[in-house]
């Protein structure tokens, strides 16, 4: 944020620029797809998952937002590389997306699980059916991790 306003780091939210390189490997041959957004995440709403308000915009020409945001006295803080596959399940009565993530330089893998809900009234009992199709994957409760990428990497490198 500029200088003045509001600290994302201390209330928990970020705005993104997201270059999204979309590969089709079963068409012949090989179509890519990119795609532009500039995305607002809201802060964590609760105390076990990421679970945040997320407004996604798609955009035409990334370098001319970045520029306006720049000259708005936005400053870019860190860029983070990832390589995501995704899959989609019907698990009970839900649309889950499974997303299977890559982060080069943490060399580590990560599964984000999601689907979207109507209203903050349902997060609990979503979170909870979340976390019931993880067990499916042998994946525990426990196992969750509420920092994002950018606080992962971020505590990777501190004091280097």
Same mark, same amino acid.
């Given at each position: 944020?500029?200088k003045?306003?509001?600290?994302?780091k201390e209330?928990d939210?970020?705005?993104?620029?997201?270059k999204?390189?979309e590969?089709?490997?079963?068409d012949?041959?090989?179509?890519?797809?990119?795609?532009?957004?500039?995305?607002?995440?809201?802060?964590?709403?609760?105390?076990?998952t990421k679970?945040?308000?997320?407004?996604d915009?798609?955009?035409?020409?990334?370098?001319?937002i970045?520029?306006?945001?720049?000259?708005?006295?936005?400053?870019e803080?860190?860029t983070?590389?990832? $390589?995501?596959e995704?899959? +989609?399940f &019907?698990f009970?009565?839900?649309?889950? %997306?499974? =997303?299977?993530?890559?982060i080069?330089i /943490? $060399?580590?893998?990560?599964i +984000?699980? &999601?689907?979207?809900v109507?209203?903050? %009234?349902? =997060?609990?009992?979503?979170?909870?059916? /979340?976390f019931e199709?993880?067990?499916i994957?042998d994946?525990?409760k426990?196992?969750s991790?509420?920092?994002?990428?950018?606080?992962?990497?971020?505590?990777?490198?501190?004091?280097?």
């Amino acid at each position: 944020m500029p200088k003045g306003l509001r600290d994302f780091k201390e209330t928990d939210e970020a705005l993104r620029l997201r270059k999204s390189v979309e590969i089709d490997k079963f068409d012949k041959p090989i179509e890519k797809t990119i795609n532009y957004y500039i995305t607002y995440k809201g802060k964590k709403i609760d105390i076990t998952t990421k679970t945040r308000e997320e407004i996604d915009v798609k955009i035409e020409d990334i370098e001319k937002i970045r520029h306006m945001l720049k000259l708005l006295g936005f400053q870019e803080i860190f860029t983070v590389k990832k $390589e995501r596959e995704l899959f +989609e399940f &019907e698990f009970q009565t839900y649309h889950i %997306e499974a =997303l299977i993530d890559y982060i080069p330089i /943490l $060399e580590q893998y990560f599964i +984000e699980v &999601e689907y979207l809900v109507e209203s903050a %009234e349902n =997060l609990n009992s979503s979170r909870e059916v /979340l976390f019931e199709f993880l067990t499916i994957f042998d994946i525990k409760k426990e196992e969750s991790i509420r920092k994002s990428y950018l606080e992962l990497i971020s505590d990777k490198f501190k004091g280097e």
